[in-house]
């Protein structure tokens, strides 16, 4: 096959030991960066790629293939271990992550993310190496009135669908929508919901929501309880690492992780974190559906299937920045620099004029991925030792680290001051029983759906059914129908079954 | 009592894992305490969303300045939104810090004036122009439209069937495209306008068929117009560009040519000597043969002015667009 005779001289190219050595000492740094709140992989890539461009271009990309899924592996490590998400593509990861880190299984939740990441990227890296110019054809099927389906499916399977109670998970969204506008807007450059002040133009950032809601949230509320300072909870002795239960319970969600992420690397404007959302609703829907769902106390299926999902889609992310030059992700478009830099031009013409570059990148990006696993793995039972320090310590460092790196990303001191006061609502959201993760779903995809809907609007010159002109749409919205009909009828069934002694099901955090 | 249990080791190494995440912290402030002095880091605000003709810009700004030591870091940081509004009013925060540059152009003025935006040009300090491109009007290989003249005349008759993608709202690509329709004897408030941050997503709009014709910069469309995959119907220069086979609007007869030009600003509230030393910077940055090949790639017209010259054609430019956009009853 032509494709994998290509492949095969691009491991050639990149397999020599001084290229390993780049790979490992990114997978390093991009760990290092990656776990700060705030500075996910991209920002990870972005702060390290000076350094990059000091080597040649097989071993820069190596270097840089490990800085990524360094700083990938950074961010679900915070999010597990502190509740701290470094990006949004791992907020899903927190919601389980951190719950089986408080009940002691913080190394397994790591081994599941780090192995589903590797499950994630491999199979993703495969379909870029050999389908990439096909998959181009299926980016261009997307417009505006699509990614607003897109966007519908994501709010309505998990807001509404994935928390116990629609009308808190619908309430939650709302107020995660409602922080989405603030500031100016992108399309017509009016200013919104600032109330004068002049810190707000920018809008609110997302790591300022993430990190006070999640971090903040959480250690005001542990706060405020009576048994505030109590010990953490008996850390599960016994194997560090997955034992044959969790590999059972972990690879159907990583494949199914994989293959909804796949497709949302190659559409534009998707991003990682549709995927995420909608891996984490199903795991959660199916594991309720088998009757012994653990979610809400640290289910490892809504560590695994989050985690595939979201380097899936990173991975497929290569194929529109390599065929058409587009990048879909603020990553993509650090690597779009570098492109340029060394003189290349992503596009249609790419794979004929640079041939031996784009395959050496292909296969160094397998090299990274196999190195993060090899790197990590051993790691997870040493990281989460973290969370043996005495409880009050830890929330304590968890508080310094959240200040710091919301300060860190714009060196704002009002964006500290929001960090606390979004943490504040985090608390009473607690208290109150409000769901969480709606907000975050609302903050991210919120300026997504506004934006493609005008832009449907625009381009149907206002008639509505340009929602619906296409097979994409329609088929979206058929799925979601499913979705919400499949989930009326359990509902109006568990009411019947049960009805005075509805088991409140505690929300993610 | 489990806290009991729990034993030196272990505690050590906890205390050994918050030291790792405390190292990264450090990994990354460390290059930000340097920030008093100028020339060993500086920030560089895009804007705009990254990919896009600004963008592209920075990055090879930050590129020249690197390679040649002439700063140590140079970090770029896209804000996009809002017409440039949203970077412009982030830089006018930033008073007195002599680290920080920010990419301005005709973009700029456009989104001040047409947002109506509180902060303007006075809020900020600007520098330098840096170099001029263009913008061109492409439809899809599959697109019956052959010519401009042929655009034209669907335009003319029915400007809201024609759906147009290009660059956020007052810059030189949505001028390009309402002053195009006015010339044309059209109302340019029935221009059907899609605005989209960078080329790429421009790229992609006209692609996937969700527009019909695209307004955007030569460069970012240049790839799909070699491999014939978009068709270039006309440029907004007032002359043939060399090198590029593609006719200027002014050759279909309408009275419309623009430039997009690109330079840098600094921050508000700086000393004299501040900003001598930031002009000398961007002295030196035109001068590095990584910024010439970069105009030569990127079919940048180099255009380098500073000092009064750049302020008399700030004023000057800012006074045309202004009349322009109120033309256009963009105001």
């Known amino acids: 096959m032509d494709s994998l005779s290509l492949l095969l001289s691009g491991f050639a190219d990149a397999l020599t030991p001084a290229n390993l050595m780049w790979c490992l000492a990114g997978v390093v740094l991009g760990t290092a960066v990656g776990v700060l709140p705030g500075l996910g992989s991209s920002m990870a890539v972005a702060l390290l790629l000076p350094l990059t461009f000091l080597l040649e271009p097989t071993a820069a990309f190596i270097m840089f293939a490990g800085i990524y899924y360094g700083g990938q592996f950074g961010g679900a490590t915070t999010s597990i271990l502190l509740n701290t998400p470094g990006q949004s593509s791992s907020i899903v990861t927190a919601f389980e992550g951190h719950a089986m880190a408080r009940s002691g299984r913080a190394s397994q939740a790591l081994a599941a993310a780090v192995v589903g990441s590797f499950v994630g990227g491999i199979v993703a890296t495969t379909v870029v190496a050999f389908f990439a110019q096909r998959m181009v054809a299926f980016a261009l099927g997307f417009g505006p009135a699509e990614y607003f389906a897109l966007a519908m499916l994501a709010f309505v399977s998990t807001a509404a669908v994935v928390t116990a109670s629609p009308l808190r998970g619908i309430v939650a969204l709302g107020i995660g929508i409602a922080i989405s506008v603030v500031g100016i807007d992108d399309q017509s450059g009016a200013v919104r919901m600032t109330l004068g002040v002049s810190h707000l133009l920018d809008g609110i950032g997302i790591v300022v929501v993430t990190v006070g809601l999640l971090a903040v949230g959480e250690v005001l509320y542990q706060g405020f309880r009576p048994d505030g300072g109590a010990p953490v909870q008996a850390i599960a002795t016994g194997t560090p690492w997955l034992s044959r239960g969790d590999l059972r319970r972990s690879w159907l969600p990583w494949m199914r992780g994989t293959a909804l992420g796949l497709p949302f690397g190659v559409i534009p404007a998707g991003g990682a974190e549709i995927p995420t959302f909608l891996s984490y609703g199903v795991e959660k829907a199916l594991a309720r559906r088998r009757g012994n769902s653990e979610f809400g106390r640290g289910a490892i299926e809504g560590v695994a299937g989050p985690e595939a999902a979201n380097n899936a889609t990173t991975a497929t992310a290569m194929i529109p920045l390599l065929g058409l030059g587009l990048p879909t992700s603020a990553t993509a478009a650090v690597m779009l620099a570098a492109f340029q830099q060394y003189g290349m031009q992503p596009g249609p013409l790419l794979f004929e004029n640079e041939g031996d570059l784009v395959w050496a990148l292909l296969a160094s990006m397998f090299l990274g991925t196999v190195l993060l696993l090899l790197i990590n793995l051993p790691f997870a039972p040493l990281w989460a030792r973290l969370l043996r320090l005495p409880r009050r310590h830890l929330y304590a460092g968890l508080l310094v680290f959240a200040t710091v790196g919301v300060y860190s990303t714009k060196g704002s001191i009002f964006d500290v001051g929001l960090l606390y006061a979004v943490g504040a609502l985090g608390l009473f959201m607690r208290r109150y029983d409000v769901p969480v993760a709606p907000v975050l779903i609302g903050v991210i995809l919120g300026p997504l759906a506004e934006g493609e809907l005008r832009r449907a609007m625009a381009a149907g010159q206002g008639d509505l059914t340009v929602l619906v002109d296409s097979g994409i749409a329609v088929g979206i919205y058929a799925i979601l129908a499913v979705v919400a009909a499949a989930f009326a009828v359990k509902r109006i069934r568990e009411r019947a079954e049960r009805s005075p002694s509805r088991k409140a099901e505690v929300g993610s955090g | ?331």
């Not at chain 2, 405390?22 to 930000?32: A, I």
């Not at chain 2, 300090?125 to 042929?150: H, I």
């Not at chain 2, 004299?272 to 990584?290: A, M, Y």
């Open chain 2, 1 to 331: 009592m489990k806290r009991s249990t729990l034993n030196r080791r272990e505690m050590l190494a906890g205390v050994a894992g918050v030291a790792a995440l405390g190292g990264g912290v450090l990994e990354v402030r460390n290059s930000e305490t340097t920030r008093e002095h100028a020339g060993s880091r500086i920030e560089m605000v895009v804007p705009a969303a990254a990919g896009g003709g600004f963008d592209s810009v920075a990055r090879q700004a930050q590129h020249a300045l690197g390679e040649n030591g002439l700063v140590r870091t140079v970090e770029v940081v896209n804000l996009p939104g809002g017409g440039g509004t949203v970077g412009l009013s982030h830089m006018s925060r930033q008073h007195g810090r002599s680290d920080v540059l920010m990419i301005m152009g005709t973009s700029i003025l456009g989104g001040i004036r047409i947002t109506g935006s509180p902060t303007t040009l006075a809020d900020i300090t600007p520098l330098a122009k840096l170099a001029e491109d263009y913008v061109v009007v492409a439809v899809r290989a599959d697109s019956p439209v052959r010519s401009f003249d042929q655009l034209a005349d669907r335009w003319r008759s029915d400007p809201r069937r024609i759906t147009v993608a290009g660059g956020a709202v007052g810059t030189a690509d949505h001028l390009t495209a309402a002053l195009a329709l006015q010339r044309l004897g059209a109302d340019p408030a029935d221009l059907n306008y899609i605005v989209y941050s960078g080329d790429g997503e421009v790229l992609t709009a006209l692609l996937s068929h969700t527009a019909d014709v695209a307004v955007s910069s030569l460069n970012g469309f240049a790839a799909q117009i070699e491999v014939g995959e978009v068709r270039a119907l006309a440029v907004s220069s007032a002359h043939r560009l060399p090198g590029v086979d593609v006719p200027t609007i002014r050759e279909s007869g309408l009275d419309l040519d623009l430039a997009n030009w690109r330079g840098l600003a600094a921050a508000p509230g700086l000393t004299d000597g501040q900003r001598r030393t930031l002009e000398d910077l961007v002295r030196d940055l035109v001068e590095t043969p990584e910024w010439g090949h970069s105009l030569r790639r990127f079919g940048w017209k180099d255009t380098f002015s500073t000092g009064a010259e750049f302020a008399d054609f700030l004023a000057e430019e800012d006074r045309r667009l202004a009349g322009i956009i109120k033309g256009l009853g963009l105001s």
